[in-house]
């Protein structure tokens, strides 16, 4: 029997994940099935049970349960730990570890755009979980320079105060946007229906910068419009998503897989 694989989160229907990994797996001729799970917050404790007793090798983690995994899990990736949340979940033996492959995926992404990052000005608009993720992923390749702007400023305070970067946080009006090399929105402002609006007003930016967006629906939001007609080279969500999968895919088989085919493949679906 091949081995099983999956994605676990409430709602599930339209996660792209099982259509991308199977693709992958029959891509690189590997005997496994990837299947989406449809799990209530109420039944986690139950469904990991379950999961445990089908000898599932690993799955996905998304909303509402990337946080309250972690309590079911036998082991947690520091990276993970220091993020607060699990996407991926590897099954070693009767063991299941957590790991996060979302802010990590999305700094993989980023840096086939703007190169190294660790001396680079970065500002991340929101202080959500998504923030979380990649303030803690830019810190861990050596990132040194990196802000948040945030509506709720305790938000963006508690999440620096956790870290070890020197930080500055400020309001979405207050921060001087020319200031960065690359500005990372990480909230669900702009996403569809929303799409007249910005986190952040983006008029004129520094030479070279890159802006993106962690959203995909739309492919380009009202900040990714505003960026390039300032000049900013920019990047949609969907790099992220294809990279998160990607790093998770990777933990799972110990095989990188080909990302231009799963970003094709993720385009096709969407569109
Ligand atoms: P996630 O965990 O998925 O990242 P979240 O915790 O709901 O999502 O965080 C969403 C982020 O988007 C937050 O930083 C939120 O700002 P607050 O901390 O002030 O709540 C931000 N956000 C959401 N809607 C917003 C809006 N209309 N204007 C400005 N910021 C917004």
């Not at 007793?53 to 946080?67: L, S, W």
């Not at 979302?102 to 980023?110: E, M, Q």
């Not at 004129?204 to 802006?211: D, I, R």
Request: glycine share 8%; charged share 20%.
């Amino acid at each position: 029997m091949g081995r099983l694989y999956g994605v676990i989160g409430d709602p599930i229907g339209h996660s792209l994940s099982p259509a991308m990994h199977n693709d992958a797996f029959l891509h690189q001729d590997i005997d496994a099935h990837y299947e989406a799970f449809h799990i209530k917050e109420a039944e986690l404790a139950d469904a990991i049970q379950e999961l445990r007793a089908k000898q599932i090798d690993g799955f996905n983690v998304t909303t509402p349960h990337k946080e309250t995994i972690m309590q079911h899990l036998d082991e947690i990736d520091d990276l993970a730990k220091r993020i607060g949340a699990v996407n991926t979940v590897v099954r070693r033996g009767n063991r299941l570890i957590g790991y996060n492959t979302d802010g990590i995926g999305y700094v993989r992404a980023l840096q086939e755009l703007s190169g190294t990052v660790t001396d680079k000005r970065i500002l991340l608009v929101g202080a959500g979980g998504a923030c979380k993720a990649i303030y803690f992923s830019l810190a861990s390749v050596g990132a040194k320079y990196v802000d948040i702007a945030n509506r709720t400023a305790a938000r963006a305070q508690a999440i620096v105060a956790s870290g070890k970067l020197i930080s500055r946080v400020f309001t979405p009006q207050e921060v001087n946007l020319e200031a960065y090399d690359i500005i990372i929105n990480t909230t669900t402002v702009g996403m569809y229906p929303q799409v007249n609006e910005t986190p952040v007003l983006v008029q004129s930016v520094k030479q070279h910068a890159v802006v993106s967006d962690i959203i995909y629906n739309p492919f380009e939001t009202k900040l990714l419009q505003d960026a390039k007609r300032a000049g900013a080279m920019v990047q949609n969500g969907i790099d992220m998503f294809v990279y998160q999968g990607a790093l998770a895919f990777e933990l799972w088989t110990g095989i990188w897989p080909d990302v231009a085919r799963m970003k094709k493949l993720v385009i096709q679906k969407l569109g």
